[in-house]
Structures are given as structure tokens and as C-alpha cells.
């Protein structure tokens, strides 16, 4: 089996107990990492644009896993926050034979709003994985290969936009810096997007603190003035274009589910 790293602020020990109750019922014994925090990091490394320290100290989070990670000798590793729902049959799923597929890294997770994924996937256990297209946020759940962890410790040195822009946004997945797949369906739901709002847990936001940081940017974003508008719109025209013409005959474009 895979080994899971849970990603928890020590200023959260409810997570903590939750993430080890969810994984101990899969049948999980994870490796806890202490999150950088960033209400209390002295900051050295420069925090670009509107990114908030939170969400640059997610960042870092990720990385020191990415890191501990290669100083094994494993060839995957699964991360995961500590806000996650996790579905059905997770272990059997980490137990799977992950060299069958190469990847940099396989999403687990689902947002529950739509994605460009491939028709066609490779059969996984009991789920499939498919190439992601376009961009599918969120940082909760995936699986990272060491080739993937290696090339993620390049893209992410400097702390200028969220973590999942970076991982699953149009650099990395459109324009294939990195092999991305895509598990349907998925096995891994953060709190915020569970399907059943009754489930929900209501988590504040701890470890990545970015909805200022977004709210920021938007805000930035809705001072441009009329050409830079019209820039930004013909930008969006191009891209769907561009979509359109490279998913067409492989691709097509569905919510994904979680199980």
C-alpha cells in the first residue's frame, strides 16, 4: 500500500481526531505532518500579489511532504488535507498497482463542478483514471509520483498564486507541464463540497486561507479598465477555441462524482 500524508495545523487537533478516525475506519494508518502556519511564520521568502500568508504557507506545507516523500524510497505517495471526506474502499484503492498508469499526479478529488477529462480511462480497482484536460481546483486528495514530486518542487518555488492554480490550473494541466489524471470517481470530497450538505462538518478554513487572497485578486480584477477587460474576455474566447479544437475528439466535459 501507498503511504497517506495527512497535512494538519497543530492549532487543529479537531481535524487531526476526525482525519484519524475517517482513515483508522478505511483501514489507514497515516503519517501526520505538522503544517507551517501562517499566522506565525517569520516570513523570509518573498509572498507575491495578492496571495495571502496562509495560503503561501500551504504552499510550503505541501512541499515539506513532497519533500519527506523523495527521502523515501517509495514511487508514490498520497496526500491529503485534513479537511477531507474519504469514500468508499480507500485502502483497496491505495493497494492498487499505480505503475500501470504514468503520471505526475492523480487527482482523488472532486469539486463536484464540471471537468474536461478523457472518455476513455485505465481501469483502477474498482474506478478509473482518465487525463484531466483543464483546469480542476483543489488541493485535498491526490496521489504523486516521485517524478511528479520532483517537478511539482520546481513549479511551486515562488509564492505568487494558489497551490491548486498551480498544480491543476491551464499552465500545468492545459499546456501539460504535468501529467495529470483524473480518478472517476473520485474518492476524496473536501468538506466544503460534500454532495450531502448534511454531512458537512462545517470546517473553517485553516490551512490554506485563501479565499481573501481570491477575494483580492477578484477584486483587482474588476478595477481593470475597458481594454483590459476586453483583453481578459478575448483571452477566455481563445482559450475555449483552443479547448474546443484539442478535447472534441478525446475529451468531454462531465461533473465527476464521489464515491
Known amino acids: 500500500?501507498?503511504?497517506?500524508?495527512?497535512?494538519?495545523?497543530k492549532r487543529s487537533p479537531e481535524r487531526r481526531a476526525f482525519m484519524s478516525?475517517?482513515?483508522?475506519?478505511?483501514?489507514?494508518?497515516p503519517t501526520f505532518v505538522t503544517a507551517v502556519d501562517g499566522r506565525e511564520r517569520a516570513w523570509k521568502e518573498p509572498v507575491r500579489g495578492a496571495l495571502a500568508k496562509t495560503e503561501a504557507a500551504l504552499i510550503l506545507s505541501h512541499r515539506s511532504v513532497w519533500r519527506r516523500f523523495l527521502r523515501g524510497e517509495g514511487e508514490f505517495a498520497a496526500v491529503l488535507e485534513d479537511d477531507a471526506h474519504i469514500g468508499e474502499g480507500f485502502c483497496e484503492l491505495l493497494a492498487s498497482d499505480w505503475r500501470a498508469c504514468d503520471f505526475d499526479v492523480a487527482k482523488l478529488e472532486t469539486i463536484c463542478s464540471p471537468a474536461w477529462i478523457s472518455k476513455r480511462g485505465a481501469r483502477l480497482c474498482d474506478r478509473a483514471l482518465h487525463t484531466l484536460g483543464a483546469e480542476h481546483f483543489g488541493t485535498a486528495g491526490y496521489v504523486v509520483s516521485r517524478a511528479g514530486a520532483q517537478k511539482l518542487l520546481g513549479l511551486t518555488r515562488a509564492l505568487n498564486q494558489p497551490l491548486d492554480h498551480?498544480?491543476?490550473?491551464?499552465?500545468?494541466?492545459?499546456?501539460?507541464?504535468?501529467?495529470v489524471l483524473q480518478l472517476v470517481p473520485a474518492v476524496v470530497v473536501q468538506d466544503v463540497h460534500h454532495p450531502d450538505p448534511t454531512m458537512r462538518r462545517a470546517m473553517t478554513t485553516t490551512l490554506g486561507e485563501s479565499g481573501a487572497a481570491r477575494f483580492a485578486d477578484n477584486a483587482t480584477r474588476a478595477k481593470l479598465g475597458g481594454y483590459a477587460r476586453f483583453a481578459r474576455e478575448a483571452d477566455r474566447l481563445v482559450q475555449r477555441v483552443r479547448r474546443g479544437l484539442r478535447f472534441w475528439p478525446t475529451m468531454h466535459r462531465v461533473v465527476v462524482p464521489w464515491r
Open 166 to 179: 498551480m498544480m491543476f490550473g491551464r499552465r500545468c494541466v492545459f499546456e501539460r507541464e504535468l501529467v
Open 1 to 9: 500500500m501507498i503511504p497517506v500524508y495527512v497535512i494538519n495545523l
Open 21 to 29: 478516525k475517517s482513515l483508522a475506519r478505511a483501514g489507514v494508518d
